[in-house]
């Protein structure tokens, strides 16, 4: 039954390690109310980093300033494993009160903003501003030769004017990230 | 409040360690910290011990806490002092040892500044610290000292620290009794999932191969989750094996004692562990130590995982049956239940169980080739145990294959008698982890069993261990070896022996000389009890230099990247590589 080992066989390390985390991979939202001290961001970052979870969206802000309390909203990929651990690591967290994983608990109104900067005249200067009114976009800042456009939505939404608007003069474009809340009148 | 109700910073600090009842303080002083040093210096009720180097007064804190149950307590200055504390509070974190950290820092109006021994101490010790707190303003210094122990001591237990600006130890502020803390931040433990527990009992009475595998958990839980863990075993007759971290919880010379698992665990533990059809996982978390390759571990068993941290559960290996909270708590529950129900288990297989236990146990696997030339390192642990077993006696180990020969050959009949760095295997760890204990315990026979190029690791220990004249037995298994290094690159890395020998060495018994303490060398099996005795009633501090035979390995042993079936015993000469999957583990 015991392995038969021959002294110094072994010439030199591999690499051809399995993946462990071969397993169906899939992105949740996850909302995480914090006590809003500092620091909090940096534990909450540090612990994705640190054990190498993803971070695909990050915003947070504080929600409830009587409780001092945030909301941060992340969004992470992995196996069902791996989103387990991400939640009970952040739960272990002394200034984590709640994570919520809005992908299982059901449906979630998610949300990005963005701002776009098109520089352009003429035609491609009509045809943006065409496509903003199609977007509902609106413009908050414009002068002979640009305009700035916010845009609220999903973040495919965001994806497709920006593309749309990449031949158009698209200068400059700022997201804030994903941010989510639990549809009906349940609170999360 | 007014201003006669105020006293500083440094008098908050004091105030509220006695307030914690705490005794102790292991420390080093520097410009950060001296307000609360000045204050230390007008008392008589903390203990201060004064450590050489603030990595060992983390780890004196630690062997402290583990001795007693207690929470250790520890002084460092800011900067580097801060950063040498930094591998304490990760070893710490690793084997959930409760220890409270309060580091001096630069004034707030300096933070951020490069001011002279600055480090942002938050931040380098965040991922080493169960939570930290940088207190900017003294009126919270007393809750924040509060909040800290609770958090270290509660739960699943772990380091914690508290940074202390300069001018908020001096400035005046109100206290806050430890009483009046609001104790909101604390996790609250989920309710036990009663319909889990009985799933797990009815698995229990029909387990054909059962085995109970503990670990330090049930220490950290205390004493009546031990005593329970022992009813259990011999009410259900099953099988218990322990990890690295667990000894003691069941007694040594208990007759279901399988010895120590995992990757230098005995046979007989690690059979049962892969041939089972019920494991009872209690207080343990499925290491990579313990469980060799993932995917073959254990294979066809029932599995029931308590422990106290959720995040402990399915992180390695994927449980049918966890149980979170107290594992005292559950096991009382656990026990009670199925006395209710009958105390019923399989009795004809479980026989049948015990005999193929028994035949592994046949093989003998910690068996070694003795000598009467040179001292074999496993029969020098065997002598040590044999006359040591019966004193009130504390061991405390190094890292390497010393610690392994300990763990293998050392008895344990009640916990809290056996300190050594599992997690983290932090070399360096033992000497000052045996002045925590010989502090907390000074009537005790306190023991590190050391190899010689851990213990120089931290041999600037010896100031303290004069100094505060304990009697610490700081025995040295010499091979002249980084032994555990050479017995990889022996068996992986084809021999090359790339930087694992220790040269240049002391002549360790004119170094106790150079301290004033005793030295003992022994290089003959036949003088080998008489030197132990030696030591033993050597009413000092005693380094024992043991020399052992360089070349000896430590088996049994798992290879990395292989099953608990395919385990080496001894040295072996035939054509069978560990593989190239292995190799790369560590
Ligand atoms: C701080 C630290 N550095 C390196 C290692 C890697 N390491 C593990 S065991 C070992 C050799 C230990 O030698 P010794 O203390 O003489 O013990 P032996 O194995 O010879 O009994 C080393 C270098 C470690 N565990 N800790
Ligand atoms: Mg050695």
């Known amino acids: ?35 809003n001290e500092s620091g909090v961001l940096a534990r909450v970052i540090g612990l994705f980093s640190g054990r190498g979870y993803n971070i695909d969206s990050l915003t947070v802000a504080e929600v409830d300033p009587d409780g001092h309390r945030s909301r941060i909203t992340i969004v992470t990929t992995g196996t069902p494993k791996v989103i387990n651990q991400i939640k009970a690591q952040l739960n272990r967290m002394v200034p984590v009160h709640e994570v919520i994983d809005l992908t299982l608990k059901g449906k979630a109104v998610q949300r990005e903003l963005a701002i776009f900067k098109v520089v352009a005249n003429g035609n491609q200067r009509v045809e943006s501003l065409r496509l903003a009114d199609v977007f509902r976009a609106k413009v908050v800042d414009s002068t002979l030769k640009s305009f700035t456009f916010e845009l ?16 158009l003069g698209l200068e400059e474009i700022a997201r804030t990230g994903i941010v989510a809340l639990l549809r009906g009148d349940n609170s999360s | 409040m007014t201003q006669a109700n105020k006293i500083t910073g440094a008098e908050i600090v004091i105030k509220a360690l006695i307030d914690q009842g705490v005794d102790t303080v292991f420390g080093y002083p520097g410009g950060a910290i001296l307000p609360i040093y000045d204050e230390l210096f007008q008392q008589k009720k903390i203990k201060h011990i004064l450590v050489r180097h603030e990595q060992a007064a983390t780890h004196a804190a630690e062997g402290y806490a583990r001795s007693t149950g207690k929470i250790g307590v520890v002084f460092v200055t800011s900067g580097p002092g801060a950063t040498n504390s930094v591998t304490g509070l990760t070893d710490a974190l690793m ?55 609770e958090v270290a001591g509660t739960g699943r237990p ?47 009475e029909l387990a054909e191969r059962p085995i109970i595998y503990s670990g330090g958990g049930v220490i950290n839980s205390g004493q009546s989750a031990v005593n329970s863990l022992r009813n259990l075993v011999a009410g259900t007759n099953f099988p218990i094996t322990s990890t690295l971290m667990g000894l003691g919880s069941y007694p040594a010379s208990g007759k279901n004692w399988l010895g120590m698992l995992g990757m230098h665990g005995t046979y007989e533990a690690n059979m049962s562990m892969h041939d089972c059809d019920f494991m009872l996982c209690i207080g343990a978390r499925f290491d990579d130590r313990i ?66 236990i028994n035949s592994w146990k046949e093989v003998q696997s ?91 690791m931290n041999m600037q220990e010896l100031g303290t261990a004069v100094q505060y004249r304990l009697p610490v037995k700081q025995f040295i298994l010499n091979n002249e070896r980084l032994g555990m290094v050479r017995q990889w690159q022996e068996l992986l890395h084809g021999e090359r022996y790339s930087h694992s020998w220790s040269d ?17 060398r022994c290089e003959d099996p036949a003088m080998l009890d008489d030197n132990i005795r030696e030591m033993i009633d050597y009413p000092g501090p005693v380094i024992f230099d043991c020399l052992v035979e360089k070349h000896e390995n430590c088996f049994p042993m798992i290879p990395s990247g292989k099953a608990h079936n395919e385990m080496i015993l001894g040295e072996q000469t035939e054509e069978n590589s560990i593989s190239d999957d292995g190799a790369v583990l560590v």
């Open chain 2, 504 to 520: 240049a060495l002391p002549d360790f018994v004119k170094l106790a000389e150079a301290y004033g303490i005793k030295g003992i």
């Open chain 2, 158 to 204: 772990g380091p914690v620290l508290v940074d202390v600006p300069k001018d908020v130890q001096f400035a005046s502020g109100c206290y806050t009794k430890k009483n009046e803390i609001k104790k909101n931040f604390i996790k609250k433990e989920p309710s036990i999932d009663l319909n889990m527990l009985d799933e797990a009992i009815y698995r229990l």
């Open chain 2, 291 to 356: 469980t060799g390759r993932i995917d073959a571990f254990s294979p066809n068993s029932y599995k029931v995982h308590l422990d106290i941290d959720p995040s402990s559960i399915n992180k390695n290996i994927t449980v049918d049956a966890p149980l979170i909270g107290d594992v005292s708590q559950i096991l009382s529950m656990l026990i009670a239940r199925w006395k209710e129900r009958g105390s019923k288990v399989n009795k004809k297989k479980l026989t049948a169980w015990w005999k193929s």
């Open chain 2, 95 to 149: 084997d959930s040892v409760p220890i409270v950290v309060i580091s001096g820092q630069v004034p707030t109006f300096m933070i951020g500044n490069d001011a002279f021994q600055e480090a942002d101490t938050v931040g380098i010790t965040r991922p080493c610290t169960k939570h930290n707190w940088l207190v900017k303003d003294t009126n919270k210094l007393a809750e924040t000292i509060h909040k800290a122990f």
């Open chain 2, 366 to 456: 910690l068996g070694y080739e003795n000598s009467s030339s040179v001292i074999k390192p496993q029969y020098a642990v065997q002598r040590l145990e044999e006359l040591t077993k019966s004193y009130n006696r504390f061991v405390s180990t190094e890292v390497g294959q010393h610690q392994m020969w300990a763990a293998q050959f050392m008895g344990f009949e009640e916990p809290n008698r056996w300190m050594t760095s599992g997690g983290l295997g932090t070399m360096g760890y033992g000497f000052p982890a045996s002045i925590g204990i010989q502090i907390a315990h000074p009537n005790s026979l306190v023991i590190n069993v050391a190899g010689e190029a851990s213990w120089l």
């Open chain 1, 1 to 35: 039954m015991s392995l038969k080992l021959k002294k110094g066989v072994n010439k030199q390390s591999a690499y051809n390690l399995r993946d462990p985390n071969l397993d169906y991979e899939a992105a949740h939202t996850l909302s995480i109310i914090v006590d």
């Open chain 1, 152 to 167: 609220t939505g999903t973040s495919e939404k965001i994806d497709a004017f920006a593309e749309l608007m990449a031949p």
